[in-house]
């Protein structure tokens, strides 16, 4: 079944804000840290900010200063929010959550959500 769901994407002039939001099921919010991935076009997914359970932060040096991760008890959700945004933030944005810290990797990913910045 369908563990996260991203949605908050769309298209922005330079310099604009957006807040991405995934909603998450209890179990996973609950008991997981969460990260913001993107796909930027033709390029590799990269990592842009992940959130421990405990709320500790850490952000892609790309991004620092501009955009902020937090995690929403109450709706089980996670944000992303997107300040000072420039055109080499165009990407598929995803959210994921429970690294199995044996494969190093995250268990689960929602489908995506695309930003797009234009100049």
């Known amino acids: 079944q369908v563990q996260l769901v991203e949605s908050g994407g769309g298209s922005v002039q330079a310099g604009g804000s957006l807040k991405l939001s995934c909603a998450a099921s209890k179990s996973i919010f609950s008991n997981c840290g969460m990260a913001w991935y993107r796909q930027p076009p033709g390029k590799e997914r990269e990592l842009v900010s992940i959130?421990?359970?405990?709320?500790?932060?850490s952000y892609a040096d790309s991004v620092k200063g501009r955009f902020t991760i937090s995690r929403e008890d109450a709706k089980n959700t996670l944000y992303l929010q997107m300040n000072s945004l420039k055109t080499e933030d165009t990407a598929v944005y995803y959210c994921?959550?429970?690294?199995?810290?044996?494969?190093?990797?995250?268990?689960?990913w929602g489908q995506g959500t695309q930003v797009t910045v234009s100049s």
């Open positions: 959130i421990s359970r405990d709320g500790t932060t």
């Open positions: 994921a959550a429970c690294m199995d810290w044996v494969e190093q990797k995250y268990n689960y």
